[in-house]
């Protein structure tokens, strides 16, 4: 480079400190300025530089992460032996889960691949009376596989999908069911339905209900009702919905997911169970390389045999709380639905009851409040947040930033074409 050139440069870096409105820029430059000002002053910019991209990049990092809030919404609308033990073995694993897994007998004759279709074929008939306080609806009851063995949903719509004739044809397809279910709406005050003649007894477990579309893992409660027992249980909703605007900004930045936002591999559509459940799958075949046989199984992984149901029991804790062994959560990334409805036990009845074993559920009161996530912070003040803190350390605006371009590109060309 020439000397000329570079005094050029030394000129023109000298003629945009000296004009520039950025703060403290042509204290550098000014005439008659000791070496001792000129330091103050560098150190004094570079200081209030920092000052501001830092307060940006903490500004910037809280849009990302947390830009939502939900907020209270008041405006709401063989031989014997083998015998014995084949009977053992189904008798176990009919009632498996991670809870009891070390308890299963080991029985070779029997490959993991059968043990579903086995429960099934062996499965009591399950053909209650249904009744319901509603007209022109029809309560249904589907088979479905669950961590707790096989179950009967009723009135769900997310039960389908883990039933035994739909893993069986192999579908991976989102069912559209214009089929009327019951659909308690918060509002609708006493609402009743009934299972009667049930042959057997039970455990219910109530889980989280928007049209529905939840299904119960390992750790949802139950409650127990024995043979010739009548139980009475009452519900109480609470609502979290999420506004159109909070809807349009990213899934980690909103905080939950809509049925149709599946990231899961081992079910065709989302909810926050079946994502705690898919992390499951990856702890066990991450500690014993093989899954329980509940779960559908997809590529190469293998179905536990009774040794692999044994090995996943000394993580049983692990696997239930979804916690390591001192206290902290495993990261499994699973968001609630943004669209949602937990339906609370607030109390519940049992006696007994000559005509049989029966179940009834509905809501007594009326929901006082439901909940409503939304924007607090939006893209418009990160804008505002950010040219606040850069107003204030550097005295800076849009213009100031316009500034720089214009000298690094029209002002710089124009320069050299008149020093030439």
């Known amino acids: 480079m020439h000397r000329s050139d570079l005094g ?19 204290h550098l430059v000014a005439d ?35 830009p939502t809030v939900v907020s209270m919404d008041r405006d709401i609308n063989a031989k014997e032996e083998n015998k014995t033990r084949l009977e053992n073995f189904i008798i176990s694993l009919a009632n498996a889960s991670y809870k009891n897994f070390e308890s299963i007998p080991i029985y070779p004759d029997i490959s993991p691949d059968k043990y579903i279709q086995l429960l099934v074929n062996l499965s009591v008939p399950f053909k209650p009376s249904l009744t319901i306080g509603v ?3 029809a309560l249904s009851i589907v088979p479905t596989i669950t961590e707790m063995g096989l179950c009967y949903a009723v009135n769900s719509r997310m039960a389908i999908y883990n039933s035994p004739e739909y893993r069986d044809a192999n579908r991976w397809d989102i069912i559209n069911d214009d089929t009327k279910s019951l659909f308690i709406h918060p509002l609708d005050g006493e609402v009743f339905a009934q299972v009667m003649n049930i042959s057997t007894s039970y455990d219910v477990r109530l889980f989280t209900s928007m049209v529905p579309q939840e299904v119960p893992d390992i750790s949802t409660k139950f409650q127990h009702s024995a043979q010739g027992y009548y139980m009475k249980l009452y519900v109480t909703a609470l609502t979290v919905y999420t506004s159109p605007e909070a809807a349009k900004l990213s899934i980690n930045q909103r905080r939950c997911r809509f049925p149709h936002e599946n990231n899961l591999k081992h079910n065709s559509i989302y909810t926050y169970t079946m994502c705690r459940m898919e992390c499951r799958i990856r702890l066990c075949l991450k500690y014993c390389h093989c899954i ?10 293998q179905l536990c045999d009774v040794e692999g149901l044994h ?5 049983k804790d692990e696997l239930y709380k979804l916690q390591d062994s001192s206290g902290k959560k495993v990261m499994c990334g699973c968001y609630p639905l ?16 000559f005509l049989g074993t029966n179940l009834q559920w509905g809501m007594v009161t009326y929901p006082r409040m439901r909940y409503r996530r939304d924007i607090i912070f939006g893209f418009t003040d990160v804008l505002v947040a950010v040219g606040g803190m850069a107003g204030l350390f550097l005295g800076c ?4 930033f316009m500034e720089i371009v214009y000298f690094l590109t029209l002002r710089l060309f124009c320069y050299a074409q008149t020093s030439k």
Not at 311 to 315: A, H, P
Not at 340 to 353: C, I, K, P, T
Request: proline content about 1%; charged content about 15%; overall charge positive.
């Open 135 to 137: 007209s022109n609806v």
């Open 8 to 26: 050029k440069g030394k000129h023109y870096l000298k003629l945009f400190l000296e004009t520039s409105s950025i703060h403290g820029l042509n």
């Open 32 to 66: 008659r300025r000791h070496c001792f000002e000129i330091i103050l002053w560098f150190t004094i910019i570079l200081l209030s530089g920092f000052g501001s991209l830092y307060l940006s990049q903490m500004t910037w990092s809280r849009y990302q992460s947390s």
């Open 311 to 315: 090995c996943l029991s000394k993580y």
């Open 397 to 400: 605006s849009v213009l100031s």
């Open 292 to 301: 329980p046989h509940f779960y559908r199984r997809i590529g190469d992984e």
């Open 338 to 353: 943004c669209d949602d409805v937990n339906y609370v036990l607030q109390s519940n009845a049992l006696q007994e009851w």
